[in-house]
């Protein structure tokens, strides 16, 4: 019979989800007032697979802050995309399937998704959310793009100040169109 020492219990231990910890930082503290679980409980419980197909074209992965929400959203749109039915119960099939419920990560992408089935978020509303996560998204976006000039200011070569200051200008353009593609794409009946 073998006895685990304190050593060998902190080897085992899952390790500390640090994408989870940057996220908690600016998230908001109960589910119900996230606009990412709630966009998230939006689309799984929708019927109007146009409003939803339109949203899955104009968002991706990475503007959601908190990583197991971008996770979630990009195994949605993906049926989405394949025109397959994109409640829980397939979303949890999907994943599954694809080996991303393994381990501490797949326990936490889980739990997301029941945490956000469950919110009770009607799906009215969905281009709404989704715009409310866009925003975040991009105001995010332009506090990188303003930690990068600034940095650039100090450490690039004064000749290439003026090409990194146009290329952060479309870059930010390119979310700009996005954000206007969101809300003022046609709306479904």
Not at 80 to 102: N, Q, Y
Request: net charge negative.
């Amino acid at each position: 019979m073998s006895t685990m020492t304190a050593e060998d219990q902190q080897a085992t231990a899952d390790p500390v989800d640090v994408d989870d910890l940057a996220a908690a930082d600016d998230a908001p503290l109960v589910p119900e007032l996230d606009p990412e679980a709630a966009l998230l409980c939006a689309l799984l419980h929708t019927t109007d697979t146009s409003e939803a197909r339109h949203i899955a074209d104009h968002l991706d992965a990475g503007d959601f802050l908190g990583p197991r929400y971008g996770d979630l959203f990009h195994a949605v749109a993906d049926l989405i995309a394949a025109g397959e039915p994109h409640h829980a119960p397939r979303v949890l099939s999907a994943l599954s399937g694809s080996g991303r419920l393994a381990g501490h990560h797949g326990r936490l992408l889980a739990d997301a998704l029941q945490t956000v089935t469950l919110l009770g978020t009607p799906a009215v509303g969905l281009r709404t959310l989704a715009a409310d996560v866009l925003d975040a998204a991009y105001r995010r976006r332009f506090a990188r793009s303003a930690a990068d000039l600034t940095r650039a200011s100090r450490e690039a070569h004064t000749d290439d100040l003026m090409d990194l200051m146009v290329d952060q200008g479309r870059a930010m353009r390119r979310e700009t169109n996005r954000r206007e593609s969101l809300t003022n794409g046609p709306m479904s009946d």
